[in-house]
């Protein structure tokens, strides 16, 4: 079974940016978000994928990930998924020896910036770089596939 081990921050400030490596626009969009797991496509400009996320709130969750061809994920995308489509770019920083991923939302998300930080082992230490904020793993609101039901637009005032 896969398993994604991953820790969610707000940011404490902008100085993230001259640390980054690269970035990567994503669409994504949800077929499913049920209780027990989420079923999304994603594309970025050249590839696309089909993700099935178990929907355990916390450090730890099965994922499963396919490639799949970016014509079809378009397809899917625009005429399946739930929307809003989650738009974002996602930057990569190191720190370390960690790879952050950086994700700044565009859209009905616009506004909303959070790192996330993989783990290989539950429990595994790691450094935080003084840009990173509060931790929000536990806060269902801040996963994607309830940013695509209840946008951060809607949201954003009591936080």
């Known amino acids: 079974?896969?398993?994604?081990?991953?820790?969610?921050?707000?940011?404490?400030?902008?100085?993230?940016?001259?640390?980054?490596?690269?970035?990567?626009?994503?669409k994504q969009g949800y077929l499913s978000?049920?209780?027990?797991?989420?079923?999304?496509?994603r594309i970025s400009d050249?590839?696309?994928?089909?993700?099935?996320?178990?929907?355990?709130?916390g450090t730890q969750r099965s994922e499963y990930e396919y490639e799949i061809p970016l014509a079809?994920?378009?397809?899917?995308?625009?005429?399946l998924c739930?929307?809003?489509?989650?738009?974002?770019?996602?930057?990569?920083?190191?720190?370390e020896n960690h790879e952050w991923e950086i994700d700044e939302f565009d859209g009905e998300n616009e506004g909303l910036i959070?790192?996330?930080i993989e783990l290989e082992a539950v429990g595994e230490m790691f450094a935080k770089p003084d840009w990173i904020g509060a931790e929000v793993t536990q806060d269902v609101r801040y996963y994607?596939?309830?940013?695509?039901?209840?946008?951060?637009?809607?949201?954003?005032?009591?936080?």
């Open 82 to 95: 739930l929307k809003p489509v989650i738009e974002k770019t996602r930057y990569h920083v190191t720190h």
């Open 33 to 41: 978000s049920q209780p027990t797991s989420s079923i999304r496509v």
């Open 72 to 79: 079809d994920a378009h397809e899917i995308l625009n005429n």
């Open 144 to 159: 994607n596939n309830n940013l695509a039901r209840e946008p951060y637009c809607q949201w954003r005032d009591d936080v």
């Open 46 to 57: 050249s590839e696309a994928w089909l993700n099935i996320k178990s929907a355990t709130i």
């Open 114 to 116: 959070v790192a996330e």
């Open 1 to 26: 079974m896969a398993q994604e081990i991953e820790h969610k921050f707000l940011l404490a400030n902008d100085d993230w940016r001259e640390y980054v490596s690269h970035s990567v626009i994503y």
